[in-house]
């Protein structure tokens, strides 16, 4: 299993956040902090399945401890803002590298088409999602989570509110690609019955 520490320093994006909004000295102290709580978590959940951990270990326990110790030390307000600002910074970086490859002949059309296979291997039961699967039709993948371990883990270690964020970086991704369009009308995160996905070639 990954240590917190390896985790953490891979999320300067986060870190960079932090050190924007606070002082270096409270930066790096309440960094080393969240460090620890992070390491209780990985604890705490170390039996969860290799496929949720996939998840948990890179996404939500990092975020989750970042944010319960800076909200204890600054308010949430400050520490929401923190884990949304580097959020946003990511998926800039992800829009704009998909946007490169999109540019390369037929790559929508395969992209569409990797889904399909990326899900069920990702974001799929073994994963720690529900999910409804819908007939293929060709140049458009659609499904539907159901149940979510970012919905689960983040209600349980105190922050539910950070779900908002993870449900909106597909849409920050993937929502003004050229040669794409998806599609979505509301989130687990958002208070909906489900995450509805589709993506179609243009």
Known sequence: MKTAEKIMKKKAVIKAEMDKGLPKTQSEALWREATAKLDGYMT????LPKGVHIHTDSRIFPSAAVYMTVKDAVGQENAYRIIEDAAVKGCAEVAKKLQKMLKLPGMPGLFVAI?????????GPGNGFQNVFYPKKKGEYRMDVTACPYCRYFTELGCPELTRIFCENDDRCYGNLSGLQFERTGTLGKGADRCDFCIRKQ
Not at 44 to 47: A, F, I, L
Request: aromatic share 24%; proline share 8%.
């Open 44 to 47: 705490r959940y170390c039996s």
């Open 115 to 123: 889904w399909n296979p990326l899900v069920k291997k990702v974001f």
